[in-house]
């Protein structure tokens, strides 16, 4: 912060960073099983931009070494791929792609980011999930995409062509920061909503369209 009067009173000293990092390692403790993957948004790119520093990096390493555990440090866009295996088999019957990105822009005031997604569809891919965050908007919005498959179907026409569903997730954060003053009061921010959003993914023989998948996922959120 550009003036100490603004921290937290267990941050208020020199090393300012180190308090912080130590203080989120030993909050996040609880949590060691459950985190797997950390990764940077754009306040960790403008901090190391300016101070010459990656506390993400500092955060993750402390954490394992702290807490015996395994974060894995991601990047401000990605993939995460959940690989579920029938019972007794170590082949996987389906895999989930979760394509991820911090995001980007401020979130327009009546479309709360959603032609962000719309954008971000257009050059994505196979993912089942677009997820992004930064706004701190949160909604859940399905759509549906047809493609063409001729592997394993020989020479019939109609057993080509699917549908499937591309899950458009938006995650706001946990930090309040609709208030009598500050930043979002400066600006004309709107109050935004405070939670997450649980994915359950369950193991399924299902017809989309002509083809087959065994997975079926669930998205709920959480304010």
């Known amino acids: 912060r550009s003036s100490k009067a603004a921290l937290r009173p267990?941050?208020?000293?020199?090393?300012?960073?180190?308090?912080?990092?130590s203080d989120a390692v030993e909050k996040l403790g609880p949590y060691?099983?459950?985190?797997?993957?950390?990764?940077?948004?754009?306040?960790?790119?403008?901090?190391?931009?300016r101070a010459d520093t990656d506390v993400l990096e500092r955060?993750?390493?402390?954490?394992?070494?702290?807490w015996?555990?395994?974060?894995?440090?991601?990047?401000y866009?990605?993939?995460?791929?959940?690989k579920m295996n029938k019972q007794g088999s170590e082949s996987a019957a389906d895999t989930f792609k979760i394509k991820f990105k911090?995001?980007?822009g401020g979130g327009g005031p009546v479309t709360n980011g959603v032609i962000q997604h719309s954008r971000e569809q257009m050059?994505?891919?196979?993912?089942?999930?677009?997820?992004?965050?930064?706004?701190?908007?949160?909604?859940v919005m399905p759509t549906i995409t047809e493609g063409a498959d001729a592997h394993n179907y020989g020479s019939d026409p109609s057993r080509m062509i699917y549908q499937r569903v591309v899950w458009n997730v938006?995650?706001?954060?946990?930090?309040?920061?609709?208030?009598?003053?500050?930043?979002a009061a400066e600006r004309g921010h709107k109050p935004k909503p405070i939670g997450g959003v649980w994915l359950q993914l369950n193991m399924k023989r299902s017809e989309s369209g002509t083809r087959r998948r065994f997975m079926e996922a669930k998205l709920v959120t959480d304010i």
């Open 123 to 139: 050059w994505t891919e196979n993912a089942d999930i677009i997820w992004m965050g930064h706004t701190h908007d949160c909604y």
């Open 170 to 183: 938006r995650t706001p954060s946990f930090k309040p920061e609709y208030k009598e003053g500050g930043w």
């Open 77 to 82: 866009q990605g993939w995460l791929m959940l």
């Open 59 to 66: 955060f993750i390493t402390l954490y394992n070494c702290k």
């Open 10 to 21: 267990e941050y208020m000293k020199d090393s300012y960073v180190d308090a912080v990092i």
């Open 102 to 104: 911090h995001g980007y």
């Open 32 to 49: 060691k099983d459950n985190l797997i993957s950390i990764s940077a948004g754009n306040h960790e790119t403008t901090f190391l931009s």
């Open 68 to 75: 015996n555990a395994n974060v894995i440090k991601g990047g």
